[in-house]
Antibody, heavy 118, light 107 residues
Framework: DVQMLESGGDSIQPGGTLRLSCVAS????????MSWVRQAPGKGLEWVSS????????YYPDSVRGRFTISRDDSKNTLYLQMNSLRVEDTAIYYC???????????WGRGALVTVSS | EIVLTQSPATLSLSPGERATLSCRAS??????LTWYQQKPGQAPRLLIY???NRATGIPARFSGSGSGTDFTLTISSLEPEDFAVYYC?????????FGQGTRLEIK
């Protein structure tokens, strides 16, 4: 089956660090650009980050630039999101999303919940 | 940043009726406008990309139109499974942005 599965979500205090992973299966991961999209509880969708293939350009909105880093390991079919200096407003479900050229999202994971609270 | 404004916020219709959802961009996005459907507890699902192209497996009752700043998602005859939240998204320029969503509810 073609799917993606996120992991690494947790409850964490403001200022903390967390790394999300997204393992892909059923398709040739290395040939796709990938993204992260989040959704705060009861709210709409917010784009978080995107990247082309390994070594390719990365993109972030101002809300996370300098705090979040997207990366990938194509040998492991895995996408990552390193999140530093977490804020209460980063609380959300984080989805990894496969990007078909470019940039709309045709395959989504189930999401990982990140809760930032003191 | 391109702001996408969806209207109405909530649309109450009955099965079999026609639904028309609007997405307006603060500046031109050419035809780089995408629509998603999201049901409670689920990830979004791609419906329409580049204004009018249905994604794989999407029924023909879903159609998209528009250009520049004004876009429409039309569901020709609502099925019970169509009641959900719909989001538009632009990929014309960074940052990628989404509309705030339209909730389509059963009347």
């Amino acid at each position: 089956d073609v799917q993606m599965l996120e992991s690494g979500g947790d409850s964490i205090q403001p200022g903390g660090t967390l790394r999300l992973s997204c393992v892909a299966s059923g398709f040739t991961f290395s040939t796709y650009a990938m993204s992260w999209v989040r959704q705060a509880p009861g709210k709409g969708l917010e784009w978080v980050s995107s990247m082309f293939g390994s070594g390719g350009d990365t993109y972030y909105p101002d809300s996370v630039r300098g705090r979040f880093t997207i990366s990938r390991d194509d040998s492991k079919n895995t996408l990552y999101l390193q999140m530093n200096s977490l804020r209460v407003e980063d609380t959300a479900i984080y989805y990894c999303a496969r990007s078909i050229p470019y940039w709309h999202f045709d395959l989504w994971g189930r999401g990982a919940l990140v809760t930032v609270s003191s | 940043e391109i702001v996408l404004t969806q209207s109405p916020a909530t649309l109450s219709l009955s099965p079999g009726e026609r639904a028309t959802l609007s997405c307006r961009a603060s500046q031109s996005v050419s035809n780089y406008l995408t629509w998603y459907q999201q049901k409670p507890g689920q990830a979004p699902r791609l419906l329409i990309y580049d204004t009018s192209n249905r994604a794989t497996g999407i029924p023909a009752r879903f159609s998209g139109s528009g250009s520049g700043t004004d876009f429409t998602l039309t569901i020709s005859s609502l099925e019970p499974e169509d009641f959900a939240v719909y989001y538009c998204q632009q990929r014309a320029s960074w940052p990628i942005t989404f509309g705030q969503g339209t909730r389509l509810e059963i009347k």
